[in-house]
Antibody
Framework: QVQLVQSGAEVKKPGASVKVSCKAS????????INWVRQAPGQGLEWMGW????????EYAQKLQGRVTLTTDTSTSTAYMELTSLTSDDTAVYYC??????????????WGQGTLVSVSS | QSALTQPASVSGSPGQSITISCTGT?????????VSWYQQHPGKAPKLIIS???DRPSGVSNRFSGSKSGNTASLTISGLQAEDEADYYC???????????FGGGTKLTVL
């Protein structure tokens, strides 16, 4: 079965960077894209970006352009999300989520369990 | 402010049907039929229940159905059950840059 297992919770100071990992199993990693979505405490979902595990193409939310970088390591079936210049507004649960269909980025299917990133001085 | 507009809350009694609306612009819904709905229980990750307006993934109850008319998409849950109490989010695909936009979420209470 498809599984996305994310790295553990992080506590960061303002101005620092964070890198969250998402290890995939149960499917052919390089045939699906991975999205990253975050959810601030008590708030809704916010799409951050998408990366093709096939060719590394990326799309980023305009709001986060320049601060977020998505990468993949096909040898370990792992996706990464790095966010720099953190502020308290970046405190959220960060989810990785696989495209529902292979070679198609039109819907998000399976989700990881989420990683809480807390930013506080 | 979310790109898609949903009611903050809806409620219904067991066995009843409820509908959650999701309103966007022609940029969100006009060109594509790529509307999705997610269910999220407290402290859990979202779960896809509808994609492509009205396509249910394997294992999702047929009590969930979706539709779209113009710039409004809708999720209907029939035969409400206590386990349906959760937050529901709509989402639409956009072809470039910001691939997905979400609604602000709707809290469903089963009375």
């Amino acid at each position: 079965q498809v599984q996305l297992v994310q790295s553990g919770a992080e506590v960061k100071k303002p101005g620092a960077s964070v890198k969250v990992s998402c290890k995939a199993s149960g499917y052919t990693f390089n045939t699906y894209g991975i999205n990253w979505v975050r959810q601030a405490p008590g708030q809704g979902l916010e799409w951050m970006g998408w990366i093709s595990a096939y060719d590394g193409n990326t799309e980023y939310a305009q709001k986060l352009q320049g601060r977020v970088t998505l990468t993949t390591d096909t040898s370990t079936s792992t996706a990464y999300m790095e966010l720099t210049s953190l502020t308290s507004d970046d405190t959220a649960v960060y989810y990785c989520a696989r495209d529902r269909f292979s070679y198609s980025s039109t819907s998000i299917g399976h989700w990881g369990q989420g990683t809480l990133v807390s930013v506080s001085s | 402010q979310s790109a898609l507009t949903q009611p903050a809350s809806v409620s219904g009694s067991p066995g009843q049907s409820i509908t959650i609306s999701c309103t966007g612009t022609s940029s969100d819904f006009g060109a594509y039929n790529y509307v999705s709905w997610y269910q999220q229980h407290p402290g859990k990750a979202p779960k896809l229940i509808i994609s492509d307006v009205n396509d249910r993934p394997s294992g999702v109850s047929n009590r969930f159905s979706g539709s779209k008319s113009g710039n409004t998409a809708s999720l209907t849950i029939s035969g409400l059950q206590a386990e349906d109490e959760a937050d529901y989010y709509c989402s639409s695909y956009r072809s470039t840059h910001t691939l997905f936009v979400f609604g602000g979420g709707t809290k469903l209470t089963v009375l």
